[in-house]
């Protein structure tokens, strides 16, 4: 089984035009970047990302985790967590990526995996949004 090779065709059949990126397979819904890593050491494991939807800095490192942690105990299989990226220039950034983590089977349906692990991604950066305002607040 080739994971990444389904991906890329079930995208293309679906009308996205993903393609690929030194992190994996890139595409865009409604103009929000997801990103498809593939693990060369598991077949199974079906990672898709929604990358960098909010950036760390010092000031709100500690509102940051309390509403990823919120999100990450609310919400099932998805997680929340802060990533290091550095920009082509040089510069470093820290931020916010979200994350729907499964095993796939060795015969995926990804017409089933793909449409609610988007919604799952969509729906816990709209939680992790509103938990930060909320915290904010107090």
Known sequence: MDL???MIDYLAEEGFRPHETPFGIAFKKEGI??????DEEDEQY???MMPAIFVV??????IIMR????VNSNIKVVKLYTMDMEDEKGNKETSVWVAFEILADTTPELSDIVPRAITLLQGARIAFLSKLEEVADH
């Open 46 to 48: 079906f990672r898709l």
């Open 57 to 62: 800095t010092e000031d709100n490192e500690d």
């Open 33 to 38: 970047n997801f990103l498809y890593f593939k």
């Open 4 to 6: 990444n090779k389904l």
């Open 67 to 70: 509403a990823m942690n919120d």
